[in-house]
């Protein structure tokens, strides 16, 4: 699986699994790991040793329509399977979930695991898609409980859980291995929450509770390690493009109110996210070179159910950055930077706050936003979407 983009069974943390997560206060042992916490770095070890790390993903990635709402967990692509996993700092393991693929397009019935760890009292995470978990770590002394059975876009995986009792690592430390599935990257999820962040989400009832606190792993190493993640920085769907600028590890942080920019949802979607993103849509900058490109990561077949990223542009109404998109029902289009693209979107925000959005298909170099302002209009495949 690839970190931050396909479909992952620790990332139905950003919606329904996340909830098991631990913020804050938790059982298990006490002493220094369940004090207060101090300032980062937390970790020292790398989780993978550099020849073994292909490349690393920010957090609050998009990959519509299975990420298509900002991923609450960084990641790394592997370069081979059955690479040695080590805790990157000392951590008390909280919990262990088992995901059972029950029908996928790639990795139907495999199964992996995630470990679930504690660094300091607000500070806490988990390794998601490890292919084996470690000796140290007693599985066979473990009862596996709570068992879940819950659809992504594409898939349908069972989760159980189980919680071992006492059990506190030292960084370095043998976690097991990663790599389940060539086919979609090789992933290994390493998220992080810390419960003295709180990101502002202009529909927070949507969200469980933990998706507020999801910060960037990579940022929490010593100064040394940080500087070999971040030069393996970037992105697998499009890599020839070399990540800048800032917020460098990417941001959970993409709503804002009055504006264009942010999470959609359908009309009539009024629960909470479940699993499955195909009913929603954001609209951010393009999370590994923010200043530069804007990304329409868009989760409806009717909108494209993929991401297209475009140039950012501060003025006009092509390509305009989506904070400058206010409700005056003004209609924007936005082109791909694709060469040969063949889709181009027109969207506006009315009076009422709500955004409206439509595909347009057209022949390759024949965007309409090549053409003036005057000549765009919504069709019949506008989709209307809410905060």
Not at 12 to 20: D, K, M, Q, R, S
Not at 291 to 300: H, I, K, M, R, T
Not at 317 to 345: H, I, K, L, M, Q
């Amino acid at each position: 699986m690839r970190p931050a983009r396909p479909r992952s069974p620790a990332a139905a943390c950003c919606t329904a699994t996340l909830a098991a997560l631990i913020v804050g206060p938790c059982d298990g042992p006490t002493g220094p790991l369940s004090e207060a916490c101090g300032a980062p770095p937390y970790f020292t070890v790398l989780p993978v040793a550099p020849e073994d790390i292909d490349g690393i993903t920010v957090v609050g990635g998009l990959g519509a329509p299975t990420h298509t709402l900002p991923t609450a967990h960084a990641g790394m692509y592997l370069a081979r399977a059955g690479v040695p996993v080590r805790a990157p700092g000392a951590m008390a393991v909280t919990g262990l979930r088992r995901t059972t693929y029950v029908v996928s397009p790639n990795r139907q019935g495999e199964q992996d695991y995630a470990v679930e760890f504690r660094v300091c009292r607000e500070v806490t995470g988990w390794f998601g898609h490890l292919t084996a978990l470690a000796s140290t770590i007693p599985t066979d002394q473990l009862a596996w409980t709570g068992c879940q059975t819950y659809s992504t876009a594409d898939e349908t995986v069972e989760a159980c859980s189980a919680n071992p009792r006492d059990l506190v690592l030292e960084a370095g430390a043998d976690l097991g291995t990663g790599g389940l599935s060539a086919a979609l990257g090789l992933g290994l999820d390493f998220g992080l929450l810390d419960s003295r962040v709180r990101h502002f989400y202009a529909a927070p009832h949507r969200y469980p509770e933990n998706t507020f606190h999801a910060v960037c792993p990579w940022e929490r190493f010593d100064a040394g390690s940080q500087a070999l993640l971040f030069a393996k920085l970037r992105d697998l769907s499009r890599p020839a493009v070399v990540p800048a600028g800032e917020p460098r590890c990417g941001t959970m942080a993409v709503d804002g109110l009055g504006t264009a920019k942010g999470v959609w949802a359908e009309a009539d979607v009024t629960g909470p996210v479940a699993g499955d993103e195909r009913r929603y849509i954001t609209l951010a900058d393009y999370p590994y070179r923010p200043q530069d490109e804007l990304a329409l990561s868009l989760g409806p077949q009717d909108l494209g159910a993929a991401v297209a990223v475009v140039p950012r542009q501060p003025t006009g109404r092509v390509n305009r950055a989506f904070e400058e998109v206010t409700a005056d029902g003004v209609v924007y289009c936005y082109a791909p930077v694709a060469p040969g693209a063949v889709a181009s979107w027109l969207l506006a925000l009315t009076a009422s706050e709500a955004l409206m959005i439509e595909r347009v298909s057209h022949g390759a170099g024949a965007s309409p936003c090549g053409a003036p302002p005057t000549t765009w209009s919504f069709g019949g495949g506008a989709v209307r979407m809410v905060r």
